[in-house]
């Protein structure tokens, strides 16, 4: 049935105020994005177990290189979620590749005991082990909640919860050992950055991360542990999916 001329006149009045009032979404923006760069791994302790031996030492101040351009060289990807191009709130699954190796020449403080003899000394650390390195990666992977400031330059700053995943390969007390992919742990990671947008769709962008978690790997004979800390300096290029 037609409506009253009278009518329309205020009804039109009223659909334009509820479009106001409520106004329909924009559209979604969701980034998917590849970067490289290098990281650095904080000095730590490395607790050995080696049950059958009798080993069980802890070596304190383990210094630790990162060789990103060895292959595989360092590498991350990330994709990113926000319900509106405009939102500040976001979410984004991140997955970084990087690597740890152990400066066995450097002396550390060792205790506890080595093939059932009592252990006390500061030693260089290849007298006990002669290679400890993670260098087929360790692979981070998070879940990170993102906050933005959008517009051009576009300052981001994330943190989420992160899983381990180490491969590692060690002589420890002359015996060698490979493992395969290890589950290690869950973590912490924050990251801060800024994206350029080069055109509508691209940016570029720097960013800082720190995270931090354990790496439980398997050796001859036993165990190796060794906590995480890790800054990370990245750059990278992002790709929005229309």
Known sequence: MPLPRNAAGPLASAIMFCVAAHPLPGRTETFASIYTGSSRTRQSELKLSQPA???DLTAQGVRWS?????????YGMRVTHFADEAAAWGFAVDYTHYKIYAKTDRQVTVGGTSRGSPVSAVVPLNQFVQRFEISHG?????LNGVY?????VEPYIGLGAAYYLAHAESTVG??????GYQATGFG????AGVRWRMT??????PEAKYNTGKARVDIAGGRAETPLRTVHLAAGISVEFR
């Open 148 to 152: 933005r400031w959008a517009g051009n």
């Open 53 to 55: 031996l009798g080993t």
């Open 188 to 191: 912490v990671q924050t990251f």
């Open 200 to 205: 509508e769709r691209t940016g570029l962008f």
């Open 174 to 179: 002359g015996d060698p050992h490979e493992t």
């Open 138 to 142: 360790v692979n981070v992977l998070s």
């Open 66 to 74: 990162a060789d990103p351009w060895r292959p595989a060289p360092y």
